[in-house]
């Protein structure tokens, strides 16, 4: 076992550095060297063990393979130049700077090998071991939109429901922000006409707010729903709409509410 390596201060290489298999005992730093292979892996390090890789202002020309390594703290850029990294089974502890998760998934997508979901995981484990619960979300999120973009149109189309209503539901408060403007827009249209009632002489009296909640939760009633309907076609429609609005949100959230809660 190697106790530490240094290719750092001006080194530079032409041709692949195979690092496959290696276990250092000290870091590993390559910090601003320029590491040349254009037609492939500027840097192979499949299986590598070791405390600390260090790639801050290194040149690569050509990829980097750090799949299936082991390193506790990882250093890369954000910002280019930045290495393009072969990533998938890559475990660290920590990544060096500390950035925001906008900053970082960039270098998920630059990944050669395309949507691979061990990466983002393993960059959420990262943020949420560091307290940053927003940048795991956020990055468990973008994981699930770049794998939509692998996905059959069908599956494309559950996922931008899914998306827009709940986030994938890391965003749940997406569902109350289409609530409350669902509800206004019915609101101001049941307002401009008045229903007839479905039993003359009972129920209570119509209310435009509660009417278009009634229709918007599916769960339960607020006494509007079967108390009224509509003789002009377009409230009638716009009525049913509301309710297959409210079927579809509520299936969102209990299908991204699920999905969170199965992968923690």
Not at 50 to 58: D, S, T
Not at 205 to 232: C, K, M, T
Request: proline share 8%.
């Amino acid at each position: 076992m190697a106790p530490r390596v240094e290719c750092s201060l001006g080194f530079r290489a032409k041709g692949a550095i195979n690092l496959t298999g290696a276990a250092a005992g000290g870091s590993i730093s390559f910090q601003d060297a320029t590491l040349q292979h254009p037609a492939g892996d500027a840097m192979v390090c499949r299986h590598l063990q070791a405390p600390e890789l260090n790639l801050k202002g290194a040149h690569t020309h050509g990829t980097v393979d750090l799949r299936h390594g082991r390193v506790d703290v990882l250093h890369i850029p954000s910002s280019t130049p930045r290495p393009s990294c072969y990533l998938d089974g890559l475990v660290h502890r920590s990544l060096e700077p500390h950035l925001p998760a906008e900053d970082r998934l960039a270098l998920m997508g630059d990944d050669p090998d395309g949507y691979r979901p061990q990466p983002y995981r393993q960059l959420a484990t990262v943020y949420q071991a560091l307290g940053h619960d927003d940048d795991a979300r956020a990055v468990l999120l973008a994981q699930q939109r770049y794998r939509r973009t692998t996905l059959r149109p069908l599956g494309r189309a559950w996922g931008y429901l899914l998306d827009a209503a709940v986030g994938y539901g890391y965003r749940p408060w997406q569902a109350g922000l289409w609530l409350i403007a669902l509800t206004l827009l019915g609101t101001a249209a049941f307002h401009s006409a008045r229903p007839k009632p479905v039993k003359p002489g009972e129920g209570g009296p119509f209310s435009p707010l509660v009417h278009s909640l009634d229709l918007l939760i599916p769960i339960g009633g607020l006494g509007q729903r079967n108390a009224w309907y509509w003789e002009p076609a377009a409230l009638q429609w716009s009525a049913y709409a509301m309710i297959a609005a409210g079927w579809l949100l509520t299936t969102a959230v209990v299908a991204g509410v699920s999905r969170v809660l199965n992968r923690t």
